[in-house]
Every structure is written in C-alpha cells, then in structure tokens.
C-alpha cells in the first residue's frame, strides 16, 4: 500500500479521501453542470464507484484524484490529481493531471492553486519530463486554467476520447503540456 500525498496551499487541502466524503462527493458528480464535463450525467451508484476507484488507486499507487478541501470551512469541493495513462490509447502516454470543482467555486482560482501545488507535486516525487492535461475542445474554462498554469498547447497529441460517442459534444479532445522545471 502507498500513501496518498498530502498537499497544502494557501486555501486548499488536497488530501487522501474518507469515509465521511461518500456524499458530498457523489452530491458533487452527479451535478449536470460537472457531469457536462467528465462524460456524464453520473448517477450516484456510477459517482460511488469513482470514488472507490480513486481510493483503490491511490492506495495501490499513490496516483489518483486527491480530494480537494476548503481551508476555511472544511468543505469537500472537488477533486485533482495524477494518473497514469500507460496503455489508455489514443490516450497520451505519461502522468496526466485532471481537476474538478463544485460550481460554485468556478472562477474563485481554486483549479489553478490545485493543479499548480499538483504538478509540483508530481515533479517532486516521479520522474516524468512532463504532466499533461486534456479536456474537450469546448472547455473553455480548464483551457483558461492549463494557460494560467503555463502548460503549451500541443495539438499534435490531440485525439478523440475512446469512451465518448461520436457524436458528444467532448469527444474531441485537445492537449497542454507542463515540461518538468529546469535544475538550477
């Protein structure tokens, strides 16, 4: 068993899931305006097997989507983390970096302070030249944080995701690329 990293920012906790997050985070998945966006809807079952599935990865790995807490009131309001994506074609292959938050928290700056304590993170402890991140071409808002976070487009790696119809509105999706910091 590995242990799931323990991140702090500034606002945010980015920890290992507990028992007490079951709810609010199938509450959190089952929402249409975030399902909109991973593929869903999501129906509670399916929102608890994700969370069994990042709790099992997490534990055999030490990569999987870290809860992500609020400082200031202790409220679950998302998830970020690492994952592997070796023998996921057309998925790129390497250490992708995914995030997502409760509505009500879009635009507070809370994807970027995630994802950036995230990838430092990632480059701390694996080996990995580079963390990338994909999401579908009419996300404009994870664009906006991948820019934010500094990432490069890299539309060579574009492809079409494998588990959406091809005719959702996600199923072309777009890539950015953090390259690991220079030693110096």
């Known amino acids: ?13 980015l ?10 985070y199938a509450d959190f998945l089952i929402d249409p305006r975030v399902g909109a966006w991973l593929g869903g809807p999501f129906t ?10 990042n709790r099992a990865s997490l534990a055999e790995t030490g990569l999987g989507r870290l809860a992500v ?10 998830h970020c983390g690492l994952a592997s994506t070796v023998g996921r074609a057309p998925i790129p292959e390497g ?16 994807a970027t302070e995630a994802a950036r304590a995230v990838i430092a993170e990632g480059f701390a402890s694996h080996e990995a030249a580079e963390i990338f991140a ?22 060579e790696r ?14 072309h999706h777009i890539v950015f690329v953090a390259e690991r910091p220079a030693q110096g």
């Open 69 to 78: 807490e609020r400082r200031s009131d202790g409220r679950l309001i998302g």
């Open 134 to 155: 994909f999401t579908g071409r009419t996300n404009l808002r994870s664009q906006a944080v991948m820019q934010r976070l500094g990432m490069r487009r890299r539309p």
């Open 15 to 24: 920890r290992d899931w507990r028992d007490g997050d079951r709810e609010p």
């Open 95 to 110: 250490l992708e970096i995914a995030w997502s938050l409760v509505p009500d928290t879009w635009g507070s700056g809370f």
């Open 158 to 171: 574009d492809f079409d995701h494998p588990l959406l119809a091809d005719d959702h509105p996600l199923k």
């Open 44 to 53: 509670r079952d399916q929102a608890y097997e994700r969370l069994a599935n």
């Open 1 to 13: 068993m590995t242990q799931a990293p323990r991140i702090e920012t500034e606002r945010l906790i």
